[in-house]
């Protein structure tokens, strides 16, 4: 290596980790790489921290383009995932996607170290990424990439198993390979097929795979399976399992050969086939197949082919589950079907259904399995053999359980019939023979009985089956079952069933056990055989591709010394083999002393454990020499940074044994903590307790037990399983002969006393009272200290570990299984005996699980407990108290999340009158108190202080309790919530609560702290008050409560008293008032003064869209629950003022009415927080309708009214979260029976449909229809008439729901049916004999009715003269289709309008012309949706979001149509509409995304969009759209793009793609000028109101910035684009948007701006430039539009001059006069004078512009107006020439409009609000002599109503009249002026510039006097030559102004 590499080494580890293995210099990221595997080598701890700071980098290293630097990259990640844990699963994705795509095809090395990273990432269980990583591998087109993955997910599956590595994932890769083109990725399938079948067996792999291979490959795969065996075993266990139990090598050292946990854990699993199958449906087909009508048929052979069609489906092993209820309902009668084959075949798909529906299938079993039963009296074995199987099946497949039959088996078992008896009990054998032993345990008491009995049956069969079913019970449970029943059984019944019992059990053991032995003797060939060689290859499975078997690797003394090398002296070796104990002492002492000298110990941990156990080993005789090797490894233990728990097992045997030995028992000791300080004592104590129970020295076990004492005090007990721990003592320790260990075991329990505490003693009731007695002592000289910090700690993590200690140290147990249904319904026994008895059973189960159960499946628990507190049996009651404390002292802190608050339950048992009752009770909340801390209980307890229902004794009970437990407590800040309750109380009846009140505020207020208390003053009140202010502030005076009650003074005296107090220095802190007693004077209360002084409305902390979330919207009225009312309650008490809320919520109706009139009066000052608040106050009016107080309602129903006139005045509407509170009440008690009320509330109804609108009230008058109560659809039904009447029929659907009042004509009450009828009539006179279609089907009776009443309607419209029915509607259609909305609107026959909802953002800037022209909202247009493309645009803007999406398909279609059309003709028409059609939809896009963000679907957002993507796809619509509409539009699309909420929408991101997609088509497609204009304008901050959602002022700064951001781009878009479409833009209107953007700016803002870079600026500079470079000089020709005399001179003229040198500076343009005169044209255009002909053709083009304009009704008279200054400019031109083809009509009307106009002006009536256009540009060439001075028709300013900016007409002609501006004197002056700047006196353009025309006298000050001689007014020009040519750049310019004209803004 050069100096140079080495100095660049040097520098780079200075460079941060990420630096150096990301350099440029692959040596670098190699050294890199290298120390980073050196790195983690040294990490022994795997939560170390540094290793999170590396995870994230292997997705780099190991894609390293060096394929050096690659291989070490993948060491240094082999080396973290050795030293990391699960924990760093969180890289495995990108680091595994990484390696498969890189790693895969590259060098063998580079492919060998790929694999172990990926069995790494599988060891630390990331299994899933794993399996992911290889779906994409084995998808790689390079074959050679394929192979690795294939064989890696071999390895995975031969080392870890199939626990690990889910077979069914494996299954669905591999039919893929199959077919591979490849042959190695073939042959590599293969084996990881055929290790599958090693792992699962070879029926489930051939069953799901070989259907799926070519016949060539089944007949490979066939002759290697031959080669396989089952049996296989994990090699390698997932880094958890690792570090909970050593490797299986290490315990076989140390055990022996017999069999080890270890050896049964690793058995091979067993994998049901069902579970890798992936499920069929059958349903679907068998609809298909004609089943159903087959199964009905007459023909047996019809119905047989159909059930075998269900047979043949259902015969595929994994059904989807399904309804098959109909299927087997069919099923159970075709069972006893008469034709037997029909039978068979039903009973054949039965058994299939069960055997692919398994569990799914368990309900239809249950049903069909008595008729199966029954059918079992069939002798014909071709019934009676399929029944047998299918009943089999049916258990055997899980669908029947031996509980579940037991009812239908008694039923069977006592059948008429013999044979159904004894098949039966034959199928019962059967079922108890394939049973496990836990559920006959369960059921064997209720088969016994029924067994015996059958032994007496008449039928011999019977009886051998009974006899058959008692032995298979007895071979699973034993004879102790039978040991009763055997009893009464003569001596030869009984002596037949102990030989059958003793036959079949022994015969079963002997096969059992042959089996046992046959198939460990096949698994332990078949290890060794396979274990012989490693395979890294799955082709290697493959015959003929194994390789060669190496030698088996066993750790011999040899293999030891090899593995040793140099790292111990050969002497020491040979003399620690020495027989000299004397050498063998000499050899531990040199090799302590080496070991001891050793600098890296940790990696030789293992070895030299092993060799202490090899030579001397543990038989060592010597005590010297044991002392010395235990020494050694006490050292090694300690000193290594990671001790295996392997070592730990290789020695824990011999160390133990020497603990007995009382010379090397210390050391032994110290050698067994130094273990625990390693890998932790639970794993010590759990090796300690096999071998200390099955030693045969007893001094092993007393003196183990004596050292665990001292570990239990080093470590605690937070890492031991105590459950083990306690057995352990109990079963061995104390059943121990010997008194040695019996002591050691008390000693030991009473140290673990001192850590859990007395519970320990719930586990020893079953001990001998001796040893009892003896415990209590050694518990007394231990007492339970609680939780401690252990004097020890284990150096590693320990992944066991169970609790922190202390009382949940202890287990406990699961008693979900004991609850069983038979002790839940003992808890609604109608015998209280037996309820009693369920009580009792839940105090047995707690004793028997030490009284520590588990929360686990208790629900119902509680549920039963719940209902024996109402239970009529006093006694029950306080048995069930006892029981519940019982069970929440025995759950501990879960008994509050698991008790469904039964606490509350509970405590109303304290309302009992008994004084026993109320004890339990309290007895309970001590025991509950015990569980769980004070503060989990204390809503409950308040919730019991505020019921009703309590008695007094109950409350003084309570509230003294509350007491003593507060007591007890220093600092308790939960308890204020107690302290509006006991203020309460202090004003209770009964002077016992008072007193105990008192009490409980006085603990209260002591241990929650002043500054809480003064927080919450506003909840106290009366005489609680004075309490807790004398408590707080010592020497406070207040009066009386009574007093205080009774004052009605006036308020303001007693605030002023306050205030003037408070100036004298008596009231401090604050806004807190104090009342102070005066002479002479009433005291007002300090409570009083606060609340009066407080605001009506409290809406800071209301979050009205939060209240709104959980409104369920109904329609239907349904009371308000207890719990809406109290919900209802509290937020009032948030919002209202405390005496509002008082009265409003007070039971005395006068009250109520007080408190109304109190809102009432400060209406109109709180109408804002009325509204945040309004959805509260509409459920109290809603509680308001539903009672009974007529005074109330009145004044309910007279508040109302003014409520929602006010909130029209606010210009807010109801939400819909609010009309679903409030419209379903009013609709119901439109209904009221008293006719006044009824009033009232039709009144108001009819309010609300003009405020909130028709389509949104009239689905709540529907529901009304459907109501009980006949008044109520009565009214509701004349409200339908009155909404045809004066709304229209479209409102709202309102047709389709006809029927529904036709209906109501067949009813019996006479009221109802009339207002049904004249409803009717109603709908006729609008609809005429359309109506009939929309009545529906009606009786004949019924339509005789209607038909009379139309015929009366007729009749009566005749009279009144209204015309025919449904004429008017007609003809209204008809116009607004024929001639627009503006004929219908004159006509005058729709006066009534309807708006719409007001929404709380403003619509700023959207046209109002609709709202104008369509005075009636027609939301829906009939039954089928709108019908038209007007009614279309109707439902669009007046419907709801989802409503207007039928308009929306209209128009789309109607669009498309068009678009499609070639001739164009139909766009054309639609044209006229497009403007108002993208005004709707851009006030639709707020509201749809609106609801939407509401929890709405995304769908109407997805069609507005699409309708105005459809919209502005055609270029002709798209450039009909007006410049405030496309602002509105765009402005909203803006926003909603920037709105963070939109990505969280359903389909969020489709929409954001959406909308950036519509913007761009607008960009695009709409008009060039327009689309400028708006966004430049959009440049400025926006308004905060147009935001979709509130924010605060820095959130607003933000949002504009970014804003600012998305126009700029918009504009960047067009300014791109300017170059090819200059043309289709009014040059003259952009730049008076640019002129008004930086004017409103100023100088000063500008160059403020200028310095911070400021986007928008920078972005309107930017387009000017591009304008300037594109047209040169003429741009100045295009400043019609801006005011160019002003003072001071406009900004832009200053850019305009300044871009213009710049740019000739560059030579982009060409001069065609002087530098300083700056008049350039484009350098293109360099022709000294245009063609002769361009002033005419100019001219022909402002006269047709102007034709235009006449042709136009709106603008007719600018047109006329523009039209005479033409004919006066240019007298010699003969307009009439221009209108040959024009109408005669239109001709005469010019004539007669010029003579009006002309007839005007020489009146001097020039109208002020008509712009003039000037005349267009005549060419130089030609003279001009007859065009007038301008002064004359300039004297006054015009105004310009077409402009939103300004009010003069701001063009060139528009000069000060005292001056001659149009005159060439003017002119000359310019030019003297332009002169001047070309000498160099041109003023820097960041400078206001000076105006360019001024009054004379400025242009004195500024021109030599010598030059103004020389100007004569009123001549034409005379210029010296050197400035000809400046002056005709002059007069060119002037020309153009002249000729410029105002577009429609």
């Known amino acids: 290596m050069s100096a140079e590499d080495e100095k660049l080494l040097k520098e780079a580890k200075k460079l941060p980790w990420e630096d150096r293995l990301g350099h440029k210099n692959w040596k670098v990221r190699n050294e890199a790489n290298v120390d980073l595997a050196s790195l983690f080598d040294s990490i022994t701890d795997p939560k170390d921290p540094r290793l999170r700071d590396f995870g994230h980098l292997f997705r ?54 790929a694999q172990a990273a990926f069995l790494l990432w599988v060891e630390l ?147 049901d086939e069902y579970d890798l199958m992936d499920p069929v449906d059958i349903l679907t087909p068998l609809e298909k197949s004609g089943f159903w009508d087959g199964v009905k048929a007459t023909k047996w052979s019809e119905r047989k082919e159909a059930v075998a069609e269900l047979t043949k489906l259902a015969s595929t092993k994994k059904i989807a589950p399904g309804d098959f209820s109909e299927i087997c309902r069919t099923l159970k009668k075709l069972i006893t079907d008469v034709n037997l084959a029909v039978a068979v075949e039903a009973i054949q798909a039965i058994g299939n259904l069960a055997c692919g529906l398994r569990t799914h299938f368990s309900a239809s079993s249950r049903f069909m399995l008595p008729v199966l039963l029954e059918k079992l009296k069939e002798k014909k074995p071709s019934v009676t053999e399929p029944l047998t199987q299918t009943l089999q099946t049916m258990y055997k497949a899980g669908c029947l359980n031996l509980v579940d039959v037991i009812e239908d088996v008694k039923t069977a078992v006592k059948n008429k019939v013999p044979l159904v008896r004894s098949s039966t009990l034959t199928w019962l054998t059967f079922c108890l023979e394939t049973s496990n032993k836990a559920l006959i345990l369960k059921a064997h008491k209720e088969y016994v009985p029924l067994c015996m009995e059958c032994l007496n049956d008449g039928t011999p069969d019977v009886r051998d089956a009974a006899f058959s079913a008692l032995a298979a019970i007895a071979k699973s449970v034993g004879m102790r079952p039978l040991e009763r029943s055997l009893e009464k059984l003569d001596d030869v019944r009984k002596k037949k069933l102990s030989e059958m019992i003793a036959g079949s059990g022994g015969g079963d053991q002997a096969g059992t056990s042959s089996v046992t032995v046959q198939s460990s003797v096949g698994s332990t060939a078949t290890g060794n055989s396979e274990a012989s060689f490693v395979r890294k290859s799955a082709a290697s499975m493959l015959s003929g591709k194994r390789p060669a ?28 083999k020495s027989s000299v104990w004397k050498e063998r002492l000499e050899a531990t002492l040199a090799l302590k002393e080496e070991i001891e000298g050793l600098q890296e110990l940790d990696k030789s941990v293992e070895i030299l454990v092993r060799l202490l156990c090899a030579v001397p080993g543990w038989n060592e005789k010597n005590v010297q020499v044991q002392q010395q090797v235990i020494e050694i490894i006490t050292y090694i233990s300690s000193t ?147 939780t401690a910090a252990p004097k020890r700690v284990v150096k590693t993590s320990v992944s066991t570990s169970t609790s922190s200690g202390g009382l949940d140290s202890l287990p406990r147990e699961d008693i979900s299984s004991k609850i069983t249904p038979n002790l839940l319904k003992g808890f609604e026994s109608p015998d209280w005996k037996m309820r009693l008895e369920s009580i009792e059973a839940v105090n047995k189960i707690l004793e028997e699980a030490n009284k520590r159960i588990q929360p686990t499946g208790t629900g119902e628990l509680f549920g039963g407990l719940r209902g024996r507190l109402l239970d009529s049996n006093k006694n029950l009651v306080m048995q069930t108290l006892t ?38 009770t309290l007895a309970a909340l001590d025991l509950w108190l015990g569980a769980v801390h004070l503060d989990k209980m204390i809503p409950y307890i308040i919730l019991a202080l505020t019921d009703g229902k309590m008695g007094a004794e109950g409350r003084k009970d309570l509230f003294d309790w509350l007491t003593k437990q507060l007591t007890g407590l220093s600092d308790f800040v939960d308890a204020i919530h107690l302290l509006k309750p006991a203020s309460t109380a202090m004003t209770d009846k009964s002077a016992d609560v008072r007193k105990a009140a008192e009490g409980c505020i006085s603990e209260i207020l002591r241990v929650s702290g002043q500054e809480t208390i003064e927080k919450n003053l506003k909840d106290i009140h009366g005489p609680a008050l004075a309490l807790v202010l004398e408590k707080v502030r010592p020497g406070f005076v207040q009066e009386p409560f009574e007093s205080s009650k009774a004052m009605a003074g006036p308020v303001s005296k007693g605030v002023s008293k306050i205030s003037k107090s408070t100036s004298n220095g008596t009231l401090k802190q604050g806004n807190r008032s104090r009342a102070v007693p005066t002479k002479g004077s009433q005291i007002t209360s300090v409570h009083d003064i606060a609340i009066q002084s407080q605001a009506l409305l409290n809406t800071k902390d209301s979050n009205k869209e939060d209240r709104e979330r959980v409104v369920v919207r109904r329609i239907k009225f349904e009371e308000l629950r207890p719990e809406q009312i109290l919900d209802l309650e509290n937020d009032m008490m948030k919002f209202f003022r405390e005496d509002l809320q008082k009265r409003l919520l007070s039971p005395d109706f006068k009250k109520q009415v007080d408190g109304l009139e109190i809102l009432q009066k400060a209406l109109p000052s709180v109408s804002k927080e009325i509204i945040e608040v309004l959805d509260i106050l509409l459920r109290w009016f809603v509680l308001q309708f539903c009672k009974s107080n007529t005074t109330c309602l009145l004044k309910v129903l007279e508040f109302l009214p003014e409520l929602f006139n006010t909130l029209r005045d606010e210009e807010y509407c109801m939400t819909e979260a609010e009309a679903a509170i409030f419209l379903p009440c009013l609709a119901e008690k439109l209904g009221h029976n008293i006719e006044k009320v009824r009033e009232k509330m039709r009144e108001l109804m009819k309010q609300l449909i003009q405020a909130y609108s028709v389509a949104k009230t009239y689905p709540y008058i529907l529901e009304g229809l459907r109501s009980k109560n006949n008044r109520t659809r009565i009214e509701c039904t004349d409200l339908i008439g009155y909404l045809l009447e004066t709304c229209g029929t479209e409102i709202g659907g309102l047709l389709k729901y006809l029927n529904m009042v036709a209906s109501l004509t067949a009813e019996r009450d006479g009221e109802l049916r009339k207002a049904a009828l004249n409803t009717m009539a109603t709908g006729y006179k609008i609809l005429g004999d359309d109506i009939w279609k929309y009545v529906g089907k009606l009786t004949d009776a019924q339509k005789s009715m209607i038909d009379d009443r139309f015929k009366w309607k007729v009749k009566e419209m005749e009279k009144r003269r209204e015309g025919k029915p449904g004429e008017a509607r007609a003809a209204l259609r008809r116009s607004v289709r024929d001639n627009g909305p503006e004929v219908a609107e004159q006509s005058g026959d729709l006066s009534q309008i309807v708006p719409g909802p007001l929404f709380p953002r403003q619509n700023y800037g959207i046209s ?234 100023g100088m000063e803002e500008i160059r403020r701006r200028a310095g911070a870079d400021d986007k928008p600026l920078r972005m309107v500079k930017t387009v000017l430039h591009e304008l300037v470079k594109l047209r040169g000089a003429a741009i100045k020709g295009h400043l019609s539009l801006v005011p160019i005399d002003m003072r001071p001179q406009p900004i832009i003229l200053a850019y305009i001059d300044l871009n213009l040198e710049t740019l000739a500076a560059a030579r982009m343009l060409t001069a065609t006069g002087p530098v300083g005169q700056t008049h350039w044209t484009d350098s293109t255009a360099n022709n000294p004078s245009p063609p002769a002909n361009s002033a005419d053709v100019q001219l022909k083009q402002e006269l047709g512009a102007i034709f235009k304009k006449i042709g136009d009704k709106q603008t007719s008279k600018i047109g006329l107006y523009d039209l005479y200054h033409i004919t006066k400019s240019y007298p010699k031109v003969d307009i009439f020439s221009q209108l040959q083809n024009a109408s005669e009509a239109f001709r005469t009307y010019i004539r007669d409009g010029l003579a009006q106009v002309e007839k005007n002006a020489a009146a001097g009536r020039t109208p002020s609000s008509l712009p003039l256009s000037t005349p267009p540009p005549s060419s130089l060439a030609l003279p001009s002599p007859d065009i007038p001075s301008l002064s004359s028709l300039d004297a006054k300013p015009l105004m310009n109503p077409r402009s939103d900016l300004y009010t003069d007409d701001i063009r060139a002609s528009n000069m000060n009249p005292g001056v001659m501006t149009g005159t060439l004197d003017a002119i000359r002056e310019r030019m003297k002026n332009m002169q001047l700047a070309s000498s160099g006196t041109l003023e820097p353009v960041s400078k206001p510039l000076m105006p360019t025309n001024d009054n004379l006298s400025m242009n004195q000050q500024s021109v030599p006097q010598s030059q103004m001689g020389q100007e004569t007014p009123h001549t034409h020009p005379v210029v010296l030559p050197m400035d000809e040519k400046a002056l005709s750049g002059l007069q060119a310019r002037m020309e153009r102004l002249k000729g410029g004209s105002l577009e429609h803004m």
């Not at 990881?192 to 090693?198: A, F, K, S």
């Not at 690797?553 to 002497?571: D, H, Q, T, W, Y």
């Not at 320790?733 to 010997?738: F, P």
């Open 640 to 786: 290594a940074a990671k001790f295996p728990k392997k070592c730990v097992v290789l020695c824990i045997t011999g160390t133990s044994e020497r603990v007995a030995d009382i010379k090397t028992r210390a050391s032994a000791m110290k050698c067994l903590t130094a273990f625990c300080e390693a890998v932790g004592p639970g794993f010590v104590f759990e090796r300690l307790f096999k071998i200390m129970k099955e030693h045969k020295n007893p001094k092993v076990l007393s003196e183990g037990l004596l050292w665990m004492v001292s570990a239990v005090d080093d470590f605690g007990v937070s890492l031991l399983k105590l459950k083990d721990l306690i057995d352990f003592c109990k079963d061995v320790g104390l059943q121990s002969s010997t008194a040695a260990t019996r002591n050691a075991t008390i000693k030991l329990l009473g140290a673990l006393h001192k850590f859990v505490g007395p519970d320990i003693k719930g586990f020893l009731n079953d001990v001998k009272p001796a040893l009892l007695s003896a415990l209590d002592t050694e518990y007394e000289k231990n007492p339970f200290e609680g």
């Open 1408 to 1641: 109002e012309q609709i709202l104008e022209r369509n005075p009636v909202p027609r939301t829906i247009a009939g039954v089928n949706g709108p019908t038209d493309w007007n009614e279309a645009l109707d439902i669009i803007m007046f419907g709801s979001p989802e409503q207007s999406v039928e308009g929306m398909k209209v128009v789309c279609h109607e669009l498309a149509q068009a678009s499609n059309d070639p001739e164009e003709s139909a766009i054309d028409e639609l044209v006229k509409d497009a403007d108002g059609l993208v005004s709707c939809l851009a006030n639709k896009v707020a509201k749809t995304f609106d609801v939407s963000l509401m929890g709405a679907s995304s769908r109407s957002c997805k069609y507005v969009l699409n309708t105005l993507m459809q919209t502005f796809q055609n270029k002709k619509l798209a450039h009909a759209v007006k410049e405030g509409t496309l602002e509105s539009l765009i402005t909203e699309l803006l926003l909603w793009l920037l709105d963070e909420r939109v990505p969280r929408m359903e389909d969020g991101s489709q929409l954001l793609k959406a909308l950036n997609v519509l913007m761009l088509k607008i960009l695009d497609n709409a008009d060039r000028t327009s689309s400028f204009v708006v966004l430049i304008s959009l440049l400025r901050p926006l308004d905060p109101s147009r935001w979709p959602s509130p924010a605060t002022a820095e959130v607003y700064a933000v949002r504009n910035q970014k804003f600012s951001d998305l126009v700029v781009k918009c504009l960047i878009k067009l300014t791109k684009l300017l170059q090819s479409t200059i043309y289709e833009v009014d040059l003259d209107r952009l730049l008076q948007s640019i002129h008004v953007y930086l004017q409103e700016l």
């Open 883 to 920: 029981t519940i404390g019982g069970v929440a002292a025995a759950m501990g802190p879960a008994v509050e999340k698991a008790s469904k608050g039964i606490l509350s339950d509970v405590l109303k048992c304290l309302g009992d009158n008994k004084k026993h009752m109320r004890e339990c």
């Open 549 to 576: 078997p190496s030698a088996p690797a066993e750790m011999g003394l040899e293999e030891i010394e090899n593995r040793l090398g140099s790292l111990v002296k050969p002497e020491t070796i040979s003399q620690l």
């Open 125 to 271: 269980e990331a299994v899933d990424v794993f399996l992911d990583t290889m779906e994409k591998a084995i998808k790689n087109k390079v074959a050679k990439a394929v192979v690795p993955a294939v064989d890696v997910m071999f390895q995975a599956l031969s080392e870890f198993g199939s626990k690990v590595i889910p077979p069914k994932r494996i299954l669905k890769m591999l039919p893929e390979l199959f077919d591979h083109q490849d042959q190695n990725v073939r042959a590599s399938a293969k084996g990881v097929t055929l290790e599958l079948c090693r792992w699962i067996g070879k029926d489930p792999v051939k069953s799901i795979l070989f259907e799926k291979m070519r016949d060539t490959m089944k007949k490979e795969l066939e002759a290697e399976l031959t080669n396989v065996s089952g049996g296989a075993k994990p090699t390698r266990k997932i880094r958890s399992e690792q570090d909970k139990e050593p490797e299986a090598e290490a315990s076989s050292d140390v055990v022996g050969d017999g069999p080890s946990e270890e050896a049964v854990a690793d058995a091979p699993q067993e994998i």
């Open 60 to 113: 780099k290293t190991v894609a390293d383009s060096n394929a050096p630097v690659q291989e070490k990259a993948l060491d240094a990640l082999i080396a973290f995932l050795r030293a990391a844990d699960s924990d760093a699963g969180r890289y495995a994705k990108e680091v595994c996607d990484a390696i498969a795509a890189k790693c895969l095809t590259g060098r063998k090395n580079t492919v060998d170290k």
